[in-house]
């Protein structure tokens, strides 16, 4: 069997139904290069080195490509787990994973969890249903502009929905793309199209490394955006849309003064799992 088992955000949002899967599994593969998980993933894979459980820090080259048949394989002699930071499904390239074991006839489970989508609209006091599509900005690469973002927000705003955007991380290269690169990106984008979808005075969300102690969320104008230093770290930033409702308008005036931190004892965690692991 392969159990896709989401770990949340942190530690803090590590559900007991996840433990309890990763401790029946001989096998797990801790993706390390989706997203980042609070503390961190070493942490987690001692703990569970602790137990007797094999793991795997597994890069992109051991969940794709051929890697998957070497999965499948080993799925098909004893249970396997691929343990994801936030949900296994959301944002990852894992489903390829679950299609080739399901053609080979292993068995799958599926465990989700608390992702950055549903962690940012909760936190930024949006109306959910006012949502569009979500977007990924990325870097120019290899001369080639992605105008996909900027269209997407563009359609948004045009509907009077909010734009969830998510940064570019490459975590093996220590690559975490700030909200100053992501508005420059955007601007610089509509600029070469002609276009005038954002605007010096528009607002953004910017929610900063949920799930960790660091976890922040600010309001600024995307003049005030460029004008700002980021530290390096996992960010999502939110466009809303031109029109909020009169809720929306009071929520962000207030927003920055909410309590995200999260804070989780190592010890207690450890007890958890010796309790769980019997």
């Not at 001989?26 to 894979?45: G, Q």
């Not at 051929?66 to 936030?86: H, L, N, P, R």
Request: proline share 3%.
């Amino acid at each position: 069997m392969i159990r896709f088992v989401g770990l949340g955000l942190s530690l803090e949002q590590l559900a007991i139904g996840a433990i309890f899967r990763l401790l029946k599994c001989r096998k797990v593969y801790i993706d390390i290069y989706t997203n980042l998980w609070f503390p961190s993933v070493e942490e987690l894979a001692r703990i569970l080195k602790e137990h007797g459980i094999d793991v795997v820090m597994a890069c992109r080259e051991d969940l794709e490509g051929y890697g998957i048949s070497k999965i499948v394989k080993e799925a098909s002699e004893s249970d396997v787990c691929i343990a994801t930071a936030g949900d296994p499904m959301i944002a990852t390239t894992h489903i390829a994973i679950a299609v080739e074991a399901a053609r080979n006839g292993v068995e799958l489970e599926i465990f989700p969890s608390t992702s950055i989508l549903n962690t940012a609209i909760s936190l930024s006091c949006l109306q959910m249903y006012r949502f569009g599509k979500t977007v990924t900005v990325v870097r120019p690469k290899n001369g080639v502009v992605y105008e996909y973002p900027i269209h997407v927000i563009k359609i948004n705003r045009s509907l009077g929905l909010h734009t969830l955007i998510l940064l570019e991380i490459d975590i093996e290269k220590d690559y975490f793309m700030t909200p100053k690169d992501a508005i420059n990106i955007l601007l610089d984008t509509q600029r070469l199209l002609g276009e005038r979808v954002l605007g010096e005075d528009d607002i953004v969300v910017i929610l900063k490394a949920l799930g960790s102690p660091k976890g922040e969320i600010k309001v600024r104008t995307i003049k005030e955006v460029l004008k700002e230093y980021f530290d390096k770290t996992v960010y999502t930033l939110i466009i809303p849309a031109k029109n909020l409702h009169p809720v929306e308008e009071d929520c962000l005036k207030i927003i920055e003064k909410l309590k995200i931190h999260h804070t989780m004892d190592m010890d207690i965690f450890k007890n958890i799992v010796k309790f769980m692991a019997i």
